[in-house]
């Protein structure tokens, strides 16, 4: 059984996680060499979902480096410079 999370807020709003609310990610694992394609998929999804594309570890490591920077940056910038 998964365990209930607190709700997930924005200045005091609850975000909404369905998936609904996302959209799907749709797969271009099929496409990585076609550089034409990527960038279809790009323009019409907004993102491209290439799984194990990176090392898993540099992967990890910029996904770490990006959450503290941002973390970093919302906490030291005003509301309205950013």
Do not use: W
């Not at 996680?17 to 271009?28: H, K, P, Q, Y």
């Not at 594309?53 to 030291?76: E, N, P």
């Amino acid at each position: 059984m998964r365990p209930t999370l607190p709700a997930l807020t924005y200045r005091g709003l609850n975000l909404d996680l369905s998936s609904s609310a996302f959209g799907e990610m749709r797969s271009s694992e099929h496409l990585p060499y076609n550089v034409v394609a990527l960038r279809e998929r790009l323009d019409a999804g907004g993102h491209m979902v290439i799984r194990k594309f990176f090392d898993h570890d540099l992967d990890y490591t910029g996904r770490i480096r990006l959450s503290t920077d941002c973390r970093y940056q919302s906490a030291s910038k005003p509301i309205d410079e950013r």
